[in-house]
């Protein structure tokens, strides 16, 4: 591998291994002296836990130690934290009801930590579950949203009152209200944004061990930003100091947002390595991920567009209620609010907004980021009221999106929910979309389809996200307990070899490959020569992780940052062994040049000198090690417009996505063919909320009807069809490689234009009104036999 | 799991004398079913008998009288089959459209239709052509043999040998599948058979059942035209998540009007 230069389609480097098996997951390693962890937990959405008894249980073969809620509040473990303080619309704090790693005298949704047993192997542990036996009250729970804040509803905390968490709200209520006044149309619409369920493809899991001689604990987990979890643990949790800790993310199979949080299971193993002096290892089975990992969505909508007769956008207004669960997960409270109503102005120059957001406390699996977080949801109020307006008001629906776009020299745009967008050109991207889509010959496969007894629709949706996560003074002004910075390393070995250290974690997104790929660019040094490292508190520079699409735009504008300092230093470097100014010394492919002149001095020879330097300039330092931290000094805007189409069958309600079109602006483009992945998976996985996915529960028990894959329907390749992708580009003016992020986009757009095509097939029997996501065919039939 | 004892016998005798001096035996198949059931603790056997050794239960034979299966057949192997594709053509496509790729490459017919999972595919066939189920001890008529969910007419340590299908005039299988685990939400078997026409319907109930109206109907006329306004009652069929009752009604008489056109 030589040499690339960004914009090439290179091979992910990471791939090899993943495809052979040579991965290193967290289940993979091989501790000495290891024990292994089962969690007791909870058969109950809402119980009091009246009495454990322990004792048969811990007389069972392998036992090393059982724990349950009552040891861990006597050792006074510290409770999981929410790091997002949201303040309600009086200017208080959100509620903050206690979380315990392991419940103490309560159960509040099935799947709850009642105890943890810790054995010789993992069958041990769990036989000796099984022995325990826990006397549970059972109490009425609260599993439907819909009801959570009925006065009448059984209570989550006795501490959120009313199940409320925070009445919150953004935008200024009485000029939307005035506005509605002078209306010539306006839409309503009711929506259910349905709970879903991450599946990463590699369950939660982690190893704590415990050094006696130094104690030091390293914990080896799941996560999408090791150093925050070392962060939360030992700041607020476990009271371990930050430097005796020691957290490492290794190879690590899919997140989608379930990864970044802290959750019971690893903080336990953390502290109870040091209580029993030994390892301690626990995989979730798949069973639990589904009870357990931070599930995503679930909101409940209503909301109303004001236009005039031409159908401009006059005003927009929103109230969601917002699920969070039955206790706060570490971002839980910035999802439903500063990451979603935000976007509520979309691509369109809706001149005021409004929106009104209670998030409730329910007897179910906490919910926090997933895939867009908080972004998807906004979307799919947008896009969808935006469609039927246009269907109300008799207008196409893609002629009604162009006539409200933000122009493209508007930028930089403020928009009226609090953020301003920096770049973009919409217009372009629906121009495309609708030639990719053949959007003009609709009309015609409609007629086709109706002749062979099928109903044809077509849906557009033209998102927009803040991505590029975050500006830290503008998320800490809004309540965030971090800053979201990254960091970067670029350590040059003295062979002229390179390794990048980087705070983002890659667990699918290829930074393998992209971020040696924009330093090979950069420093002109092939990709077989730079190794990317991360995943490790020990061996990278603090780190905030990877969610949010900040990659790239974040992390990657750090590894630049970084690179301008190697360039810098080497021209120090280089004009002394030319013995030249440094202000006449240029970089250039790689090699340091003398303007004017063909003196040349390669990158890889200043390195080496400035390991050895027996020539080397006076006041420098030795050495080629740079270290870059990055503070974005905005979001990054990526848009752009789908276009998908469907075919119902009337007669069994399935609906098959015949045509798919993404035109997205990612600003400039590093490795098209990860771009690609990125924007298939999330389109799949959009597909999966708008046709396929839904984490049912039974209403009375709380048990959650779709725990398994026999119940939950994950989408599959057949599902889809072959996308048909294209790309606009304005770059991002306020980073250095001008990128905005890709990783979300897909999953953002995809259930408003699946849901939009939906609609518009099922206008044609007057059904367009009676559907929900997941449309399943049972769905789509009865809303088209429903009178 | 729980530790249980594992048997790897040569002959069906030897499997039946292990399953019947166990506690709690089990036979098993390709394990597709009773792997998963031991590994989430749901079923706890002493002794697991692994048929995987015995030559006899394999292979597909194929004369005059029908298409014989041995038990231990999988369904990639009657999928794959040019036999049972040009003697029962609905046959070798139900076997090629189980599960998935591993599925087919594990699970075998005998594990199938003792296990009868209400939702399973191969009750629907064999029903639908009036197969013979054989055992070590006795041979039972399809008709005879799935008692309701779960339930079959196997007693305590039976094991079956093989299943034979009478080859039909025409027959297909329409499968609507569940979306989740692509198990058949509502399949049905139609066939034209020497004995009159057959409607098997899988998915839909708590069991294979047939349909006799639509049986009488197609034996008048064989046309989708003539299932097409029957409709079976909602009351006793499943009702879950993914389809109502009355969804579930409605899709036996589409399934059944896609199999009659079909089969020709
Ligand atoms: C992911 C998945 C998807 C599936 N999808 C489908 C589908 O779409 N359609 C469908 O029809 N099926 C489906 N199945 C079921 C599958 O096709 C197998 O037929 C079924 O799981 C039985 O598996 P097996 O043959 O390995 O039997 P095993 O699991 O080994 O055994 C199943 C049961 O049958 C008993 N048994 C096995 N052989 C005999 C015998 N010869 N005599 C007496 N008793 C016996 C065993 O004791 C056990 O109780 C699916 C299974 C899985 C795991």
Known sequence: ?787 | MYDFAYHKPKSVADASAAVKKASEGKLMAGGMTLIPTIKQRLARPSDVVDLGGIGDLKGIKVDASGVTIGAMTKHAEVAASADVAKAIPALAKLAANIGDAQVRNRGTIGGSVANNDPAADYPAALVGLGATVHTNERKIAADDFFKGMFETALKDGEIITAVSFPVAKKAAYMKFPNPASRYAMVGVFVADTAGGARVAVTGAGPGVFRVKDMEAALGKGWSADAVAGIKVPAGGLNNDIHASREYRAHLVTVMAKRAVAAAG
Not at chain 1, 489 to 503: M, S
Not at chain 1, 604 to 610: E, L, M, R, S, Y
Request: some cysteine; hydrophobic content about 40%; proline content about 5%.
């Open chain 1, 1 to 787: 591998m030589g040499n690339v230069k960004i914009g090439e389609r290179v091979q992910r480097k990471e791939d090899r291994r993943f495809l052979t098996g040579s991965g290193r997951y967290v289940d993979d390693l091989q501790l000495a002296r290891v024990t292994y962890a089962y969690f007791l937990r909870s058969p109950h959405a809402h119980a009091k836990i009246r009495k454990i008894d322990t004792s048969k249980a811990a007389a069972s073969v392998g036992v090393v130690q059982i724990f349950t809620g009552k040891d861990v509040a006597e050792a006074k473990v510290g409770g999981l934290i929410c790091g997002w303080v949201v303040k309600d619309k009086h200017g208080n704090p959100h509620k903050a009801p206690a979380h315990p790693a392991m419940a103490a005298d309560t159960v509040r949704h099935v799947g709850d930590t009642v105890a943890m047993v810790i054995a010789a192997t993992a069958d041990q542990a769990r036989d000796a579950a099984e022995k325990i036996e826990v006397d549970y009250e059972v109490l009425p729970a609260q599993i439907n949203l819909a009801g959570a804040l009925d006065p009448k509803a059984p209570q989550v905390h006795a501490d959120a009152p009313g199940n409320l968490c925070y009445d919150w709200e953004l935008g200024d209520k009485a000029a939307v209200d005035a506005a509605f006044a002078k209306a010539a149309h306006v839409t309503k619409l009711d929506l259910v944004n349905n709970r879903l369920v991450p599946n990463a493809m590699e369950p939660r899991a982690a190893a704590a061990e415990y050094d006696r001689g130094t104690g030091n604990y390293t914990l080896y987990t799941t996560s999408q930003n090791p150093h925050v979890a070392r962060l939360v643990l030992s700041a607020f949790v476990l009271g371990i100091p930050e430097h005796k800790l020691r957290v490492i993310a290794p190879d690590v199979g899919g997140g989608f947002g379930s990864k970044i949080f802290i959750y019971p299971e690893e903080t336990m193993l953390t502290w109870a390595a040091g209580k029993i002096g030994r390892s301690i290892k626990w995989t979730a089975e798949r069973s639990e991920s589904f009870m357990t990992d931070a599930h995503g969505r679930d909101h409940v909508t209503h909301a109303e567009l004001a236009l005039d007769a031409k159908g401009k956008i006059l005003a927009f207004k929103v109230d969601t209620i917002a699920n969070l669960g039955a206790y706060l997960s570490t971002f839980a409270t910035a999802v439903p609010t500063y990451l979603y109503a935000t976007l509520l102005a979309g691509q369109y120059t809706t001149p005021v907004i409004y929106c009104n957001v209670r998030a409730a406390f329910t007897h179910t699996t906490p919910v926090d980021a997933y895939r867009g977080a908080g972004r998807p949801e906004a979307t799919y109020v947008v896009e969808s009221i935006v469609s039927k307006a246009a269907r109300e008001m008799k207008i196409d629906s893609a002629e009604l999106r162009r006539r409200n776009y933000i122009a493209k020299d508007a930028f930089p745009y403020q928009t009226p929910v609090a953020l301003t967008y920096d770049s973009g050109n919409y217009a372009p991207i629906l121009d495309q979309a609708m030639k990719l889509a053949d959007y003009a010959g609709i009309d015609a496969r409609k007629a086709a389809a109706k002749a062979k007894g099928k109903l044809r629709g077509i849906g557009v949706c033209s998102y927009i996200e803040a991505c590029g996560i975050a500006p830290s003074a503008v998320v800490g002004s809004l309540g965030a307990g971090v800053g979201l910075w990254e960091s970067a390393q670029l350590k040059f070995n003295p062979t002229g070899n390179l390794q990048i250290l980087t705070g983002s974690h890659s667990h699918g997104q290829g930074h393998e490959t992209t971020f040696a790929q924009i330093v090979s660019d950069k420093l002109g040094i092939p990709l077989d020569q730079i190794e990317v490292v991360h995943g490790d508190t020990d061996k990278v520079p603090f780190g905030m992780g990877t969610y949010g699409s900040r990659s790239l735009p974040v992390g990657g504008s750090a590894i630049m940052k970084a690179a301008d300092k190697i360039i810098a230093k080497g021209k120090k470097v280089a004009a002394h062994l030319m013995e030249a100014a440094e202000a006449d010394i240029v970089f250039e492919n790689g090699t340091f040049k003398v303007t004017g002149t063909d003196k040349a001095v390669p990158l890889g020879q200043a390195v080496f000198a400035a390991y050895v330097p027996h020539n080397y300039p006076a006041d420098l330092e030795p050495g080629m090690d740079e270290n870059a931290f990055y503070d974005p000094s905005n979001f990054t805007y990526p848009s752009g417009t789908q276009i998908c189409e469907v075919e119902v069958d009337p007669d069994t309600g399935v609906v098959d996505i015949v045509n798919f079109v993404a035109v997205d602006d990612f600003g400039n483009i590093v490795n098209p063919m990860v771009v690609e992945g990125q924007v298939h998976g999330g389109i799949v996985q959009g597909v999966g909320q708008a046709l396929l996915e839904n984490a049912a529960y039974d209403e009375k028990t709380g048990q959650l009807i779709s725990g398994s894959y026999m119940d939950y329907t994950m989408p599959r390749a057949d599902d889809v069809p072959s996308f048909k992708l294209g790309y606009e580009v304005t770059p991002c003016p306020h980073n250095p490689l001008g990128v905005k992020g890709c990783g979300e986009a897909g999953a953002i757009a995809a259930p408003a234009a699946v849901m939009n095509a939906v609609r518009d097939a099922l206008a044609a029997v007057g059904a367009q009104d009676r559907i929900e996501m997941p449309a399943t065919p049972q769905r789509v039939w009865a809303a088209i036999n429903a009178h």
